[in-house]
């Protein structure tokens, strides 16, 4: 049976918005943590948008190279998109699309 996220995801997407990242990344762990240890793609894939928001937040405190490292791990994780489906696969779409757009935004100058 597959997991309907979308109250954790809904909240990671506003406090995104809100720049609110940490309060992000939280959201998103209350879903990750008690499963952490699963060999599950969506699983793994909900832990590279935890490191997307980490990464946000380290380059909001002006911590630039752990904050590459956070992002390296969400792009680690980011092919898994295409590697499996479940009722959360449009919103992990939408999500993608946001936090590499974000990405963007704050990496030119």
């Given at each position: 049976m597959q997991s309907d996220y979308t109250v954790f995801l809904d909240r990671f997407a506003?406090?995104?918005q809100e720049?609110?990242?940490y309060d992000a990344h939280e959201a998103l762990e209350a879903v990750w943590f008690p499963r952490r240890f699963e060999d599950d793609k969506e699983i793994k894939l909900i832990k590279g948008f935890i490191n997307a928001a980490v990464s946000f937040e380290l380059t909001k405190r002006g911590?630039?190279?752990p904050a590459a490292k956070a992002w390296a791990n969400y792009e680690k994780y980011r092919p898994l998109l295409e590697m499996f489906t479940s009722i959360n696969?449009?919103?992990y779409e939408s999500?993608?699309?946001c936090v590499e757009k974000m990405r963007k935004e704050r990496t030119s100058f």
């Open positions: 506003l406090c995104l720049e609110r990242f911590r630039q190279k696969t449009p919103y999500l993608a699309l």
